[in-house]
């Protein structure tokens, strides 16, 4: 083989199997045989002239050679779909997939809207929705997009402010009546908590009064769980008292499903935020979704958008 074998079907093989670290995977991602995969790499590797890829029987590696050509690789494709778009100018933009991660209750309750109102805007364009509140590996998992909530630490993806999440103390009408309400934060630790399992320190709650003071006080309960939407179930359920993101409840309020206890005591609010894979951030279409999403995530119940 010489240079002309390689390709650009075979260099994107290669750069999905290095992000992910599995043939299978990438073979499953891309909607081919894993026999294709492995030929692709095994033809990328005899244009170029050196092994890429170390394989084990559990997980496949990059060499040297291979973390350097993955580098340039990047940068190849990057260029080659921007050229893309801007030769199609407009239309271009609106053209192709975007893949998307979001916490799961967030996005089943509000984001997959915005995302139907965007591919009406856009419906040429596809959108791979996943949902998941695992802080996942952005490349690895091939995604462009993330929106986040709460504190984030890496500093290697673009990362924009997009507001933040009101949060309030609420419980079913049935559990009230049959446990009373709490007058003041000091009444709390006498009632059943639900807490969020995945959450370190969810066995002390933080409320701010009326005066900015702020307050600390024990959170138990017999109820833990690590996803949102159970969270809301096991409200409405008449199992407790949680504090509850303004978006996750403002229906269940709304209809009278659920009550704001010490509405003068909020706990504090929790940071949204839009994390996009630099290397992905100049695709027309990505940066449509984008734009999109940072206009209209102020249209979410509780979020109290970044100026």
């Known amino acids: ?7 650009l079907e075979r ?23 894993q026999s294709t995969v492995t030929r692709h790499l095994r033809e990328l590797e005899d244009a170029v002239g050196v092994p890429l890829l170390s394989r084990t029987t559990r997980r ?46 967030l996005g089943v309750l509000h984001v997959g809207r915005l995302i139907f109102a965007f591919q009406d805007r856009y419906p040429d364009i596809g959108v791979d929705l996943s949902l998941t509140d695992e802080r996942i590996d952005l490349v690895r998992e091939g995604v462009d997009i ?31 009546a049959a446990r009373g309400r709490p007058a003041a934060p000091q009444d709390l630790p006498g009632h059943e908590g639900i807490r969020m399992s995945n959450i370190a320190g969810s066995d002390t709650l ?20 690590d996803h949102g939407l159970a969270a809301r179930e096991a409200l409405v359920a008449g199992r407790g008292i949680a504090p509850a993101h303004h978006w996750l409840v403002d229906d269940l309020l709304a209809a009278g499903r659920l009550e704001v206890i010490l509405p003068d005591y909020a706990p504090p609010p929790i940071p949204l935020s839009m994390l996009i894979v630099p290397e992905r951030a100049g695709i027309a279409r990505v940066r449509l979704l984008v734009d999109f999403l940072a206009e209209r995530i102020g249209g979410i119940p509780g979020i109290e958008k970044s100026r």
Do not use: W
């Not at 083989?1 to 390709?7: A, G, I, K, P, Y």
């Not at 994107?12 to 045989?33: D, N």
């Not at 580098?71 to 998307?100: K, M, Y």
């Not at 933080?206 to 769980?225: D, I, K, M, N, Y």
């Open 1 to 7: 083989m010489d240079r002309s074998d390689v390709t």
């Open 60 to 105: 496949v590696t990059m060499t040297d050679e291979g973390s350097r050509y993955y580098a340039n690789a990047v940068q190849i494709l990057r260029l080659v779909e921007q050229a893309g778009d801007e030769a199609r100018g407009t239309r271009g933009a609106s053209a192709g997939t975007i893949r998307i991660s979001c916490t799961a209750a």
């Open 206 to 225: 933080a409320l701010q009064g009326p005066g900015g003071e702020r307050h600390a006080v024990s959170f138990g309960g017999r109820f833990r769980v």
């Open 11 to 33: 260099m994107r093989s290669f750069v999905r199997v290095a992000e992910r670290g599995s043939l299978s995977a990438v073979a499953r991602e891309l909607g081919v045989g």
């Open 146 to 176: 993330a929106l986040r909530l709460g504190p984030l630490t890496d500093s290697s993806m673009k990362l924009r402010a997009l507001g933040q999440s009101r949060r309030l103390l609420v419980a079913a009408p049935a559990y009230l």
